[in-house]
């Protein structure tokens, strides 16, 4: 529930502060403050998470971000809301957010015994997926329907779902260990452990060059949707367009262990590249809408089977001891370079053409095909 109604909000911020402002720049800067912390405070609330009461955290860091997705509900009821405002109130939610993550990480293991983690974090990897297919489509409705302000109404009730269960949890006690690294030496840990096995360092790169130059189109849906499809940001349409696109990408997630279970992942990674450069390339020369729907639940489709390739190849690399340090680096390359990235291409957007941006976008994932050798180790960076 709580899923569903993140992403009802993040679909419907993008869409709303882009037909507010008609800025593909101001986008990007929602953007950034939304996936930006992440860039810092998935270390620090991995650090916290060591320290303090997860439970307590997991109910602070809930009741926080539904006070802000009020804040931002009440902003939406005005006509001419203070753009610094929005701005803050999507920072403070952002850090929320990040926070939140490697905090849950960290509680999972005390939930389930250990030989049910495989199907604990597929079925956390499903739920993620589904909401993104979920909530933009309720989004989009009520976006149509009642506007920008009851969606984030809807979201901060959402969190209610959170703080009931994680009340009702008993969760052993933290006992910090003394001798942990933490903090800036806990990330540049993660590092070292990265560099030891050259295929994880490759893979952490493809992920942060795919994530920083290929996926800033995420971020403006809404004025592709615009500009080339026709399509009104604040319909229910849009919000179909939006779970179209996060279907394909569900189903990219799934068709890793499900059809693809036995095929090698270097090779899925590359034909995920191959197949999101293709059809990012057609994305961008699209522009009938019923077109634009396929051609985005591909692109969907191509960017997850990449991603969750990649992931698995990590995750299969790197031992017990050291998988919080190097997913907190995967974290940041798959979230944290996302905003950079929309601060790059966002003002581009809006300077040049969308088509321009996304035909960035096709050549870089081929470009990429040139290092994404994941099958075979390099050598190691000194």
């Given at each position: 529930?709580?899923?569903?109604?993140?992403?009802m909000?993040?679909?419907t911020?993008?869409?709303?502060?882009?037909?507010?402002?008609?800025?593909?720049?101001?986008?990007?800067?929602v953007?950034?403050?939304?996936?930006?912390?992440m860039?810092?405070?998935?270390?620090i609330?991995?650090?916290?998470?060591?320290?303090?009461?997860?439970?307590r955290?997991?109910?602070?860091?809930a009741?926080?971000q539904?006070?802000?997705s009020v804040?931002?509900?009440v902003?939406a009821t005005?006509?001419?809301?203070?753009?610094?405002?929005?701005?803050?109130?999507?920072?403070?939610i952002?850090?929320?957010?990040?926070?939140?993550g490697?905090t849950?990480?960290?509680?999972?293991?005390?939930?389930?015994?250990?030989?049910?983690?495989?199907?604990?974090?597929?079925l956390?990897?499903?739920?993620?997926?589904?909401?993104?297919?979920i909530?933009?489509?309720?989004?989009g409705?009520i976006l149509?329907?009642?506007?920008?302000?009851?969606?984030?109404l809807v979201?901060?009730?959402?969190?209610g779902a959170?703080?009931?269960?994680?009340?009702?949890?008993?969760?052993?006690?933290?006992?910090p260990?003394?001798d942990?690294?933490?903090?800036?030496?806990?990330?540049?840990?993660?590092?070292?452990?990265?560099?030891?096995?050259p295929?994880?360092?490759r893979s952490?790169?493809?992920?942060a060059?795919?994530?920083?130059?290929?996926?800033?189109?995420?971020?403006?849906?809404?004025?592709?949707?615009?500009r080339n499809?026709?399509?009104n940001?604040e319909?229910a349409t849009?919000?179909?367009?939006?779970a179209?696109?996060?279907?394909g990408?569900l189903?990219?997630?799934?068709?890793?262990?499900?059809?693809?279970?036995y095929?090698?992942?270097?090779?899925?990674?590359?034909?995920?590249?191959?197949g999101?450069?293709?059809?990012?390339?057609?994305?961008?020369a699209?522009r009938?809408?019923?077109?634009?729907?396929?051609?985005?639940?591909?692109?969907?489709?191509?960017?997850?089977?990449?991603?969750?390739?990649?992931?698995t190849?990590v995750?299969?690399?790197?031992?017990?001891?050291q998988?919080?340090?190097?997913?907190?680096?995967?974290?940041?390359?798959f979230?944290g370079?996302?905003?950079?990235?929309?601060?790059?291409?966002?003002?581009?957007?809006?300077?040049?053409?969308?088509?321009?941006?996304?035909a960035?976008?096709?050549?870089?994932?081929?470009?990429?095909?040139?290092?994404?050798?994941?099958?075979?180790?390099?050598?190691?960076?000194?």
């Open positions: 529930m709580s899923n569903t109604g993140t992403w909000q993040n679909v911020l993008a869409a709303w502060t882009f037909a507010l402002t008609g800025s593909e720049t101001y986008v990007s800067l953007v950034f403050c939304q996936l930006g912390p860039l810092l405070f998935t270390v609330g991995g650090h916290l998470a060591d320290l303090v009461d997860r439970r955290l997991l109910l602070v860091v009741v926080q539904a006070i802000f804040v931002l509900a902003l005005q006509d001419s809301p203070n753009l610094v405002a929005i701005l803050a109130c999507v920072l403070a952002g850090i929320g957010q990040s926070v939140n490697p849950f990480n960290s509680v999972m293991p005390t939930l389930v015994p250990r030989e049910d983690m495989p199907g604990a974090i597929s956390q990897s499903v739920n993620l997926n589904a909401s993104r297919v909530g933009p489509a309720i989004g409705v149509g329907l009642s506007g920008p302000s009851a969606v984030f979201n901060a009730a959402s969190f959170i703080m009931f269960v994680v009340w009702r949890l008993t969760l052993p006690p933290v006992t260990d003394p942990a690294e933490a903090g800036l030496r806990r990330l540049l840990g993660g590092f070292r452990a990265a560099r030891r096995d295929i994880v360092a952490l790169i493809v992920m060059l795919f994530s920083m130059f290929c996926l800033p189109f995420v971020t403006q849906m809404a004025a592709i949707a615009d499809l026709g399509i940001p319909s849009y919000g179909a367009l939006y179209t696109f996060a279907l990408a189903l990219g997630a799934l068709s890793v262990g499900t059809v693809f279970a095929r090698s992942r270097p090779t899925m990674v590359r034909a995920g590249l191959a999101f450069a293709v059809t990012m390339a057609a994305f961008a699209v009938h809408p019923a077109a634009g729907f396929v051609v985005v639940a591909a692109v969907g489709f191509f960017y997850f089977l990449t991603v969750t390739s990649l992931s190849i995750q299969s690399r790197i031992a017990d001891n998988r919080g340090r190097v997913m907190a680096l995967w974290m940041m390359a979230g370079t996302v905003p950079v990235g929309g601060l790059i291409f966002g003002p581009m957007m809006e300077a040049t053409s969308v088509t321009l941006v996304l960035i976008a096709a050549v870089v994932a081929a470009a990429l095909l040139a290092i994404a050798h994941l099958n075979r180790p390099a050598p190691a960076v000194a």
